[in-house]
């Protein structure tokens, strides 16, 4: 029920999206013990099989050569969702991605081990290449320029993250430094509960991406955001009545409304949503944070 639901939201935003395809839509170099956790988000665009796709990297300033090929088959089939791969095995990171993301659902995240012989594509440290590939070995999507480090560069993501702006991707092979937003180097350096400090939920949007990006209500502003006292308030330059919708990061609808100007987000729990407005028959999608 809760994809059936992720399909309609999506087609609600006017997707245009190339059916099933992976999509990288993220990625972070943390900074708990061991520069961990290290996490690639994928967005499963359409139906997708993770069994005709792998994971590759290429490290440091390694040129030529891509290795590190890890089958993205534990993840199964998955619908219009995203998927987490995390370096290292579950006994040790599972509870540090519960903790710094609470929201994200276990069953949608892939542990890559530790063990002898296993791949470790996201071995990363901040100036890595991260590419898709599917059966074929053609590339699908790429995050980093190929025989390039990153360090110096503005993809540079030691101890920080970048996200694929909505609208863009996949890209294959031809990595489009604008198609991504940046959090700077060491932007996770002290944070995390793992330090006793905010988790690195809060600051890496996660969970953000949308295929298409939807801006179409005039004037259209939201407001505090992130929300700490339950009220969101949403004007537009015509202050019409408007129907809301709020999604989690599963799709799952969580509420449901109309209002001229306020909204009642007291009962979402802390996290990052999908704020999907209509008014007068055009519609406009927001990222919003609840703490």
Same mark, same amino acid.
Request: aromatic share 8%; glycine share 10%.
């Given at each position: 029920?809760?994809?059936?639901?992720?399909?309609?939201?999506?087609?609600?935003?006017?997707?245009?999206?190339?059916?099933?395809?992976?999509?990288?839509?993220?990625?972070?170099?943390?900074?708990?013990?061991?520069?961990?956790?290290?996490?690639?988000?994928?967005?499963?665009?359409?139906?997708? #099989?993770?069994?005709?796709?792998?994971?590759?990297?290429?490290?440091?300033?390694?040129?030529?050569?891509?290795?590190?090929?890890?089958?993205?088959?534990?993840?199964?089939?998955?619908?219009?969702?995203?998927?987490?791969?995390?370096?290292?095995?579950?006994?040790?990171?599972?509870?540090?991605?519960?903790?710094?993301?609470?929201?994200?659902?276990?069953?949608?995240?892939?542990?890559?081990?530790?063990?002898?012989?296993?791949?470790?594509?996201?071995?990363?440290?901040?100036?890595?290449?991260?590419?898709?590939?599917?059966?074929?070995?053609?590339?699908?999507?790429?995050?980093?320029?190929?025989?390039?480090?990153?360090?110096?560069?503005?993809?540079?993501?030691?101890?920080?993250?970048?996200?694929?702006?909505?609208?863009?991707?996949?890209?294959?092979?031809?990595?489009?430094?604008?198609?991504?937003?940046?959090?700077?180097?060491?932007?996770? #350096?002290?944070?995390?509960?793992?330090?006793?400090?905010?988790?690195?939920?809060?600051?890496?949007?996660?969970?953000?991406?949308?295929?298409?990006?939807?801006?179409?209500?005039?004037?259209?502003?939201?407001?505090?955001?992130?929300?700490?006292?339950?009220?969101?308030?949403?004007?537009?330059?015509?202050?019409?009545?408007?129907?809301?919708?709020?999604?989690?990061?599963?799709?799952?609808?969580?509420?449901?409304?109309?209002?001229?100007?306020?909204?009642?987000?007291?009962?979402?729990?802390?996290?990052?949503?999908?704020?999907?407005?209509?008014?007068?028959?055009?519609?406009?999608?927001?990222?919003?944070?609840?703490?």
């Amino acid at each position: 029920m809760m994809k059936k639901i992720y399909s309609l939201l999506f087609l609600a935003l006017g997707s245009v999206a190339i059916a099933q395809t992976p999509v990288l839509t993220g990625i972070m170099d943390g900074d708990c013990t061991g520069g961990n956790p290290k996490v690639v988000e994928i967005y499963a665009n359409g139906t997708v #099989d993770f069994a005709n796709f792998s994971l590759e990297n290429q490290t440091n300033a390694t040129t030529g050569t891509w290795g590190q090929t890890m089958s993205l088959s534990t993840l199964g089939t998955k619908t219009n969702t995203f998927v987490y791969v995390v370096h290292g095995d579950a006994a040790t990171l599972a509870p540090i991605m519960a903790a710094e993301f609470a929201n994200i659902p276990s069953a949608n995240i892939f542990y890559s081990g530790t063990g002898t012989g296993v791949p470790q594509p996201l071995n990363v440290n901040g100036d890595d290449r991260v590419r898709i590939i599917n059966a074929s070995s053609a590339v699908i999507d790429q995050f980093g320029t190929s025989d390039v480090s990153g360090t110096g560069l503005p993809w540079e993501y030691k101890d920080s993250w970048a996200k694929r702006n909505n609208g863009t991707g996949p890209d294959g092979a031809n990595f489009n430094v604008g198609n991504w937003t940046y959090g700077g180097v060491s932007a996770l #350096d002290t944070f995390g509960t793992c330090q006793q400090q905010a988790a690195f939920s809060t600051l890496v949007p996660f969970g953000t991406f949308l295929k298409v990006s939807q801006n179409s209500v005039a004037g259209l502003k939201v407001y505090p955001n992130p929300v700490a006292n339950g009220t969101l308030y949403i004007d537009t330059d015509n202050g019409n009545t408007k129907s809301v919708a709020i999604f989690d990061i599963l799709g799952k609808q969580v509420i449901k409304t109309s209002t001229e100007q306020t909204v009642n987000v007291s009962a979402l729990r802390t996290g990052v949503y999908v704020l999907k407005v209509t008014e007068d028959g055009k519609t406009a999608t927001r990222k919003l944070v609840i703490k």
